[in-house]
Structures are given as structure tokens and as C-alpha cells.
């Protein structure tokens, strides 16, 4: 089992900054894929990024690239986001999630737990 605990969200203007954080469970943690999602009302969850057992190897959506960027510290089983310039359209809750098989795609359905998600709002 494996337990995930997102935090950092919050209220912020159109081109400030938040750094997201997610503290994981599992003594495998290292071996895990972590991804970032989001979701806004009324529309689909969708994929913001993806980093490998390695931290060597991230992955963001387009909407997010050369904004966001991914890390993690496998000693102390924490992944973060950090967001810069954000905009309005960022505004969503966002989740952690880990691909025990460590894949770190964007497909959600590879993703095998989920943490319960921090609001991330941007105001214009």
C-alpha cells in the first residue's frame, strides 16, 4: 500500500509562483514513476508531469513546459512541483500519483495510487 500526501496549494496572482510537495509511503518509493495531475470543474483529469526512479528523466505537458519543473529526493520519498509563471487557466486541484511499474507516461490509468489533491487557484 502505498500512501500519498500532497500540500503546497494555495491562492496566487497571474505570474507568481507555488511549489507543490508529495510525501510518499513504501519503502519501495525509489523504484516508483511520480506524476503530476490536475483537474478544473467540469472537465477531465490531465496529465502536468512525470519523473522517473532516477530523477534523471521528466516529462510535462506542453501547457506546462519551460514553467513547471519536476524533482524528487528518494531519501526522503518526497516528489515536488515547482510552478512558475502561472496563469489563470493552471487554476485546478492538483494530484500526486505513483506507477508502482515505473513507466511515468501520461496515461492516468497507469497510475496505481493517488493522493487526495491540494487546490491550486490563480487569479487574473
Known amino acids: 500500500q502505498v500512501q500519498l500526501v500532497e500540500s503546497g496549494g494555495g491562492l496566487v496572482q497571474a505570474g507568481g509562483s507555488l511549489r507543490l510537495s508529495c510525501a510518499a509511503s513504501?519503502?519501495?518509493?525509489?523504484?516508483?514513476?511520480m506524476g503530476w495531475f490536475r483537474q478544473a470543474p467540469g472537465k477531465e483529469r490531465e496529465f502536468v508531469a512525470a519523473i522517473r526512479w532516477s530523477g534523471g528523466s521528466t516529462y510535462y505537458a506542453d501547457s506546462v513546459k519551460g514553467r513547471f519543473t519536476m524533482s524528487r529526493d528518494n531519501a526522503k520519498n518526497t516528489v515536488a512541483l515547482q510552478m512558475n509563471s502561472l496563469k489563470p487557466e493552471d487554476t485546478a486541484v492538483y494530484y500526486c500519483a505513483a506507477d508502482l511499474l515505473g513507466r511515468g507516461s501520461g496515461n492516468v490509468k497507469e497510475y496505481d495510487y493517488w493522493g487526495q489533491g491540494t487546490q491550486v487557484t490563480v487569479s487574473s
Open positions: 513504501g519503502r519501495t518509493f525509489s523504484r516508483y514513476a
